[in-house]
Structures are given as structure tokens and as C-alpha cells.
């Protein structure tokens, strides 16, 4: 009697597993490339089993829009938190954090998601919530610094400019001192 090798079996993936391998297409390749076909290739699964969670693509790409949307409302939440007195100092951690050149793949999702939201209803509604929310974040800490409400208004969406323009740019062939640069824009965003 022959032994022929035992065949691997294959993992069953849940929900989260095809959002999350939408989500790296996403931000590898646009929304354009958001298919059935694709996301099941490169999860190494067959189509049918993509039907055990979705309805069709639009289900995909409506959980795809809700787990971003969660995950950006989440982490600004936690990144503006402060305890009463330190708000200055949430700012210029936001900032920091933001403006970091850290988290490459997080802003190619974040451009991702928003040249979708150049096409796509639904994808324009999930941008605007979590920009309301991110700006009124960081308008409630302006606002425990002293300022106006004209005032923290204007330095939250001053805030965003600056921390999306900047993780989008290449600067090193600018200066060789960015981090002298972010701290002198930081005095100029946040309140001491």
C-alpha cells in the first residue's frame, strides 16, 4: 500500500479574516481592485466560501468601509484622551503620532479610502464620520487649552492639514532636521 502525503487542510477563514485581506488590497492596489475573484486568490480560498459571510461585493466593501471606520474613530479616541490639565500635551502627542512616518501601510489605506470616497456614496458618508470625529477631538482639547470655539475649530482642521500633508510627503531631500521642523510646528498648532 502506497502513502501518499497527507493533504494540508485548509484553515477556514471567518469575516474578519476576508475584511482584513480587503483591507491589504485596499491599500496595496485601490478599491478598483476590491473583487471577489481577487481577495479569494490571494487569501489562497475558493470563491464559494466567500459567500458563507457576504452577500456580494458591496456587503464586502460596506464591512470593509465600517472596520476603517471603527479603527480610525477607536484609535483617535484614544489618542486625544487627557486627563484634565494635560490637554497641551494630548495635542502634541496626536500630533506626533500622526505626523510620524511610522505606519507607511495606515496612510496608504487612508488614501486609499478616500480616493474611493471620490466615487462611492457610501465611502464619501464613512470620511466624513470619521473626520467629524477626529476634528472634534481635537476641538474638545483646544477648547480645555482656553481657546474660542472659532478658534479650535480652525486649529483642529490646521491640526489634520498638517499631520495628513506631512505623512504624505518625502521630506528628506527638503532638510536633514524634520524633527526641529515638527517641534516648531507643533508651537505653532498647540497652545501652551
Not at 474578519?16 to 481577495?39: M, N, S
Not at 456580494?56 to 484622551?81: H, M, N, S, Y
Not at 505623512?167 to 501652551?192: C, N, Q, V, W, Y
Request: hydrophobic letters at 45%; glycine letters at 6%; one cysteine or more.
Amino acid at each position: 500500500m502506497e502513502n501518499k502525503p497527507a493533504k494540508t487542510p485548509r484553515t477556514a477563514l471567518d469575516r474578519e479574516a476576508w475584511i482584513k485581506g480587503a483591507v491589504a488590497i485596499l491599500a496595496d492596489h485601490g478599491a478598483e481592485r476590491l473583487r471577489v475573484e481577487v481577495l479569494a486568490k490571494r487569501l489562497g480560498v475558493t470563491k464559494g466560501s466567500f459567500y458563507w459571510h457576504f452577500k456580494d461585493r458591496r456587503d464586502l466593501q460596506d464591512a470593509v468601509l465600517e472596520f476603517w471606520k471603527d479603527g480610525r474613530i477607536r484609535d483617535i479616541r484614544k489618542q486625544t484622551q487627557a486627563e484634565p490639565g494635560h490637554e497641551a500635551a494630548a495635542l502634541l502627542h496626536t500630533m506626533e503620532v500622526y505626523a510620524s512616518a511610522r505606519n507607511r501601510k495606515g496612510i496608504a489605506i487612508e488614501a486609499a479610502v478616500r480616493d474611493w470616497a471620490r466615487r462611492d456614496p457610501q465611502a464619501v458618508a464613512v470620511v466624513e464620520a470619521v473626520d467629524a470625529e477626529r476634528l472634534a477631538c481635537a476641538s474638545r482639547l483646544f477648547l480645555a487649552c482656553g481657546l474660542n470655539e472659532h478658534d479650535a475649530q480652525a486649529r483642529s482642521l490646521l491640526l489634520y492639514a498638517y499631520v495628513f500633508g506631512v505623512s504624505l510627503m518625502r521630506h528628506g531631500a527638503f532638510t536633514s532636521d524634520i524633527a526641529s521642523l515638527k517641534a516648531s510646528i507643533a508651537e505653532l498648532i498647540a497652545p501652551r
